[in-house]
């Protein structure tokens, strides 16, 4: 019954390390969204995709990149991690319509050192 | 630009009390409201959702809410809960045009059931 899979639950890496998360959702949606979730804070977007090859910067892009080669799969990128990008990072895929539930990954808990 | 407020960072109650969780938002057109819980250290589930219709919605885990449209409000209640109810709650809404398809998500409310 799994939808959508983060493939990694923890992550520790240095500072100044380039990072990839990945994530790949089996319904066949064509849009993929990228949040960061921070204490007091919520749910901040980050980037999002209606298509592949498709993308568009939501909130909080500064610091991150995304690729969207195949439908399935939505890759978040941190170009050079910094400390304060240490965060739980969540993929989300909602269905076009918009009176529909969004369907979320794991999570990945990510410590920049 | 579509948001969502939840006024209470913590919520404590005790089990077997009922218990309220508290949204309001602000939408262009009809809203589409949801919410999810969150579990430590995992993704976000869904529990129930507002579409049309009656007010009052039923939904996962014997959890309901009530929408109201003059006070933009739209409250998670619970008649009696649970120790295992304890857990992050997060209310969303989507508009129904345009941009606004994307959902927007509420800071969160912790909700703390004391045994």
């Known amino acids: 019954d799994v939808k959508v899979t983060q493939s990694s639950r923890y992550l520790v890496k240095r500072t100044g390390e380039k990072v990839f998360l990945e994530c790949v959702q089996d319904?066949?949606?064509?849009?993929m969204f990228w949040y960061r979730q921070d204490p007091g804070l919520g749910l901040r977007l980050i980037y999002f995709?209606?298509?592949?090859?498709?993308?568009e910067k939501g909130d909080i892009p500064e610091g991150y990149s995304v690729s969207r080669e195949k439908k399935e799969r939505f890759s978040l990128i941190l170009e050079s991690a910094s400390t304060n990008q240490t965060s739980m990072y969540l993929c989300?895929?909602?269905?076009?319509?918009?009176?529909?539930?969004?369907?979320f990954g794991q999570g990945t808990r990510l410590t920049v050192v | 630009a579509q948001s969502v407020a939840q006024p209470e960072d913590q919520v404590n109650v005790a089990e077997g009390n009922p218990l309220t969780v508290k949204c309001t938002y602000s939408?262009?057109?009809?809203?589409?409201l949801f919410w999810y819980v969150q579990y430590p250290n995992r993704g976000l589930q869904f529990l129930l959702k507002?579409?049309?219709?009656?007010?009052l919605v039923k939904g996962s885990y014997g959890f309901e809410a009530e929408f109201n449209k003059s006070q933009t409000s739209f409250h998670l209640k619970k008649p009696s809960a649970l120790v295992s109810d304890s857990a992050l709650y997060f209310c969303?809404?989507?508009?129904?045009?345009?941009?606004?398809?994307?959902?927007?998500f509420g800071r969160g409310t912790s909700l703390i059931v004391h045994p």
């Open positions: 989300a895929s909602p269905p076009p319509q918009p009176n529909t539930e969004a369907f």
């Open positions: 319904m066949d949606h064509e849009n």
């Open positions: 995709s209606y298509d592949v090859k498709m993308k």
């Open positions: 939408v262009s057109g009809n809203p589409y």
């Open positions: 507002y579409i049309t219709g009656d007010n």
């Open positions: 969303a809404v989507r508009g129904p045009t345009g941009g606004s398809y994307i959902p927007t």
